[in-house]
């Protein structure tokens, strides 16, 4: 029914791949049928087939209620089309969202029970962010969906369209949907492109190693290999540079540990004043009033904040001038703080600054860092481990036992890959950091 619906629509499928439920990592996908060398359009879709705020039925109604639908997600109008276009037998998008008689594949955790996600995954950053998510859902479906669809009866109506549709819907938004990326010349001033479904883009999983790439043309979209794809390999799309907690977070899976190059681990930036605190005051009373100053320096300078974390990646730091800064400013003697603040800055902007800042906090800069630094990147580094210890129900461990791991259930074993790839890439930073 899809495949026959794709060619009514006008979706192009290229003669050398095939939709797949086997030999993929997960449910549907690609395969290859033949040699695919790089830049060969695998398929392309047009733009009408594409189901937005902008393409469904409920579009009218939708554009002039505008106003009232807007959200911190920006996601509210998408996710109203949704409800209709779901539940509605004469949807023009019928066969393709049949695709999902219930959203019951979607494991993200939003759906596991709240001691599940802090049990398995604290530490890791991704309980806190879907408590946020889950009360944001909350707000958002009372306030504004619920009183828009009570304005529309004769399209919505909350028996149907309950809050447990509405998050199901937003699940799959955050696994299937895409949204476009502004032009260069955009970026700074416009609000991000809303979500869209693009169906058969969709179907792709991903890898960090992908080999091919989705491109946005005025009338259509094309996926694009980006290398040479042999016979009988999956199609691998990228859905963004992702560490493994984001994929758990937004797509309900991990890649295992250790193939995933983009995952990543965050120190906070508490633990950062915590470890100085450590390493440069010891009892004195004035050094710990100084160190405060500098804190408050840093804050006012946007430098740091107090939910903020720097990043790690495999190599090395991601977030460079925040962490220069920091340290630099940390670890300044109180007169040369005293004659910062003076001349407001630094008192010459090298012009290669960025490209050196990014060489010194690399894997290879570190280890030549002032003694200073390394001690209280050091120090932070061993309390973020510390968050970890104690509170997971399966032991990194495991991971090396593969008897064990096979016991695992996905759940866990998604886990796992997340807590494992996170301090994995703590103990490189430790060992970079060791006097
Ligand atoms: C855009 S969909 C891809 C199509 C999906 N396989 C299907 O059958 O509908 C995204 C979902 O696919 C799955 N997925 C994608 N890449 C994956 C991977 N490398 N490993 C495991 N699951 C993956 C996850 O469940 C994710 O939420």
């Known amino acids: ?37 790089e830049g060969e359009t695998l398929f392309c879709i047009p733009r009408t087939a594409l189901l937005s705020q902008d393409t469904t039925r409920v579009k009218d109604v939708l554009r002039e209620g505008n106003g009232s639908l807007e959200s911190k997600s920006g996601w509210v109008p998408l996710l109203l089309a949704l409800m209709w276009e779901y539940t509605s037998p004469e949807s023009h998008w019928r066969p393709y969202l049949s695709l999902w008689p219930d959203f019951k594949l979607l494991d993200h955790p939003m759906f596991w029970s709240k001691d599940e996600r802090d049990s398995l995954l604290q530490g890791t950053g991704v309980p806190e962010a879907v408590d ?58 416009c609000d991000p492109n809303p979500p869209m479904m693009v169906p058969v883009a969709d179907m792709l999983n991903h890898v960090s190693n992908h080999n091919a790439n989705l491109e946005y043309t005025p009338d259509l979209l094309k996926m694009v290999s980006v290398r040479h794809i042999a016979a ?3 199609i691998f799309n990228t859905y963004g ?10 797509y309900g899976f991990t890649e295992p540990y250790p193939n995933n190059s983009n995952d990543t681990a965050d120190i906070q930036m508490s633990s950062i004043y915590k470890a100085a605190v450590q390493v ?18 840093l804050t006012e300078m946007e430098m740091v904040g107090e939910k903020g974390a720097f990043i790690f990646g495999w190599t090395g730091s991601l977030t460079d001038t925040e962490l220069y800064t920091t340290l630099k400013i940390l670890c300044m003697p109180a007169e040369a703080f005293a004659e910062f603040k003076e001349n407001e800055g630094w008192e010459e902007v090298e012009e290669n600054e960025e490209e050196k800042i990014g060489l010194a906090l690399s894997n290879k800069g570190i280890p030549k860092l002032p003694a200073a630094w390394r001690q209280v990147l050091h120090s932070a580094t061993c309390f973020t481990l ?25 759940r866990e074993k998604n886990a796992l890959h997340v807590c494992y790839g996170q301090k994995m890439i703590l103990h490189q930073l430790l060992e970079m950091t060791r006097g």
């Open 386 to 410: 510390d968050s970890y210890s104690g509170s997971l129900a399966v032991d990194s461990a495991l991971l090396e036992k593969q008897s064990a791991y096979s016991l695992l259930g996905s």
């Open 232 to 234: 009988g390999e999956e």
């Open 241 to 250: 540079q992702m560490a493994n907690w984001q994929l758990l977070h937004m």
């Open 1 to 37: 029914d899809f495949l026959r619906w794709c060619q009514t629509v006008g979706v192009t499928l290229s003669g050398k791949v095939y939709l797949s439920k086997e030999g993929t990592v997960a449910e549907r996908g690609m395969l290859a049928k033949d040699d695919i060398e």
């Open 132 to 189: 946020t998510d889950l009360s944001n859902i909350e707000k958002e479906y009372s306030s504004i969906v619920l009183p828009f669809m009570r304005s529309h009866p004769d399209l919505w109506c909350p028996e149907k369209h309950t809050l447990e549709l509405y998050k199901s819907l937003v699940a799959f938004v955050m696994a299937y949907s895409f949204q476009e990326p502004l032009d260069d010349e955009e970026d700074d001033e």
């Open 280 to 297: 440069m005051c010891s009892e004195e009373q004035q050094q710990q009033h100084l160190l405060l100053e500098k804190w408050s320096l």
